[in-house]
């Protein structure tokens, strides 16, 4: 069972490229999430779907978009990176149902914008 | 808005002492409360999940408790080891889920 799986770990960008980040779940999960994590900000939640379908905002959306692919994907999209996006980007994914509402992490994706 | 507090930020103790990291929430509306752990340069690890009607929940050297009408969270770690140094964090699940900012525990050996 490999839980929730992120891709890519490591990436480097160019001020102003664009990049996709990929996230998948096998749990039958139908919550997901996307949050970053900087160092004395804690983990900030950038978008959040609470179901197939449905996509809502978080804490601090503001430069990226999501896609609810199907119940399984949740992908996180920076059309124009900057430098203050910089960050580990971590999936996340829950149910009630299916496993009492534990959270799942993925094992994170580490983001430079130079 | 539910604001999470973490306290202490960071706790050096020697290997064997018994430590409580606390974690307070503003909101009691909440369905439950999970303490993870992170390892340098890693993801989150559930520790344990505790469901806003129970009142503590145990794994091993771990019990973390739960008082939701003081808006209150404790992990207890008992007879520490250098293997516990980690951050850790709890989240407060309700609405929405909220983080907070974690506790750097260093245990020396």
């Known amino acids: 069972n490999a839980g929730v799986t992120q891709t890519p770990k490591f990436q480097v960008l160019k001020t102003g490229q664009s990049m996709t980040l990929q996230c998948a779940q096998d749990?039958?999960?139908?919550?997901m999430y996307w949050y970053r994590q900087d160092p004395g900000m804690g983990l900030r939640l950038i978008y959040y779907s609470a179901s197939e379908g449905t996509t809502d905002k978080g804490e601090v959306p503001n430069g990226y978009n999501v896609s609810r692919l199907n119940k399984r994907e949740f992908s996180l999209r920076l059309e124009s990176a900057a430098p203050s996006q910089t960050s580990v980007y971590f999936c996340?994914?829950?149910?009630?149902?299916?496993?009492?509402?534990?959270?799942?992490f993925g094992e994170g994706s580490w983001l430079t914008v130079v | 808005k539910q604001e999470v507090t973490q306290i202490p930020a960071a706790l050096s103790v020697p290997e064997g002492e018994n430590l409580v990291l606390n974690c307070s929430f503003t909101d009691s509306a909440i369905y439950n409360l999970q303490w993870f752990r992170q390892d340098p340069g890693k993801g989150l690890t559930s520790l344990l999940l505790?469901?806003?009607?129970?009142r503590e929940q145990t794994s091993g050297r771990l019990n973390a408790s739960l008082d939701k009408s003081s808006g209150r969270s404790t992990l207890y770690i008992a007879a520490s080891q250098p293997g516990d140094s980690a951050t850790y964090l709890c989240a407060v699940i309700g609405n929405k889920l909220v983080f907070g900012a974690g506790t750097i525990l260093r245990v020396k050996s």
């Open positions: 996340a994914s829950s149910d009630l149902a299916v496993s009492g509402n534990t959270i799942y």
């Open positions: 505790i469901q806003s009607s129970q």
């Open positions: 749990m039958n999960h139908n919550s």
